[in-house]
């Protein structure tokens, strides 16, 4: 399963899945595995946004963070081993990008 991604246009209500699904703009539901691989070689005590990712439980970003953490995808791109961890990498440049651009939005990365 991995580490889905779903942007929300408000914060989203982690207590009941309908009620989230009010808010939900776009989601990620095919890179997971890909996703969790290429996140996972980011040095969890070295300095980004994108290394506070919970691989299994839930992260949230706002516009704030979600900026930040474009600005870490370039290295992020550069570590990808095989093309399926890529496509995730600029799936989530996408959703970042989106993010960042939608005032009052959340990126909820949701983990195992």
């Not at 990620?28 to 996972?40: I, K, N, T, V």
């Not at 290394?51 to 550069?78: H, K, N, S, W």
């Not at 600029?90 to 990365?109: E, H, I, K, M, V």
Request: overall charge negative; proline content about 4%; hydrophobic content about 40%.
């Amino acid at each position: 399963m991995g580490i889905e991604l779903e942007l929300h246009s408000a914060r989203p209500a982690r207590s009941s899945w309908s009620t989230s699904r009010a808010t939900l703009l776009r989601g990620s539901y095919e890179h997971g595995d890909a996703l969790d691989q290429a996140l996972s070689t980011l040095d969890p005590r070295g300095s980004g946004r994108l290394r506070q990712v919970d691989p299994y439980g839930d992260t949230l970003f706002g516009e704030q963070e979600a900026e930040a953490a474009l600005r870490e995808i370039p290295d992020l791109l550069e570590r990808c081993v095989y093309e399926s961890q890529a496509a995730a990498v600029r799936d989530l440049a996408a959703l970042l990008t989106a993010c960042a651009n939608t005032p009052g939005s959340y990126l909820w990365f949701i983990g195992d």
